[in-house]
């Protein structure tokens, strides 16, 4: 069983910051990639930012050049650096991770979740 551990969500005024983190638990034997996601009431979830095992990053358009995501590969643990953040930045935000246990199938595994809530 993969458990995926998030912290460092909460209340912040527009243009502040926030730094999320997700520890995975060591039993994971491979990560292929570990990513943020965030739903906003009455909206789907989506991608915020992804990191694969090279190290490659992504973002949607809206965090660019605000959001910064990285990791800690030997504690298999993803950060999430929130910088200028905005109210339409308020959501629920979920962490991913892609990987798999021994002898086990590549599998998605998501955090419980912690809300981020931007005030105006």
């Known amino acids: 069983q993969v458990q995926l551990v998030e912290s460092g969500g909460g209340l912040v005024q527009a243009g502040g910051s926030l730094s999320l983190s997700c520890a995975g638990s060591r039993n994971i034997f491979s990560i292929d990639a570990m990513g943020w996601y965030r739903q906003a009431p009455g909206k789907e979830r989506e991608l915020v930012a992804n990191?694969?095992?090279?190290?490659?990053?992504s973002y949607t358009d809206s965090v660019k050049g605000r959001f910064t995501i990285s990791r800690d590969s030997a504690k298999n643990t993803v950060y999430l650096q929130m910088n200028s953040l905005k109210v339409e930045d308020t959501a629920m935000y979920y962490c991913k991770l892609r990987g798999r246990l021994p002898g086990r199938l590549t599998t998605d595994y998501w955090g419980q979740g912690t809300q981020v809530t931007v005030s105006s």
């Open positions: 990191i694969l095992r090279n190290g490659d990053t």
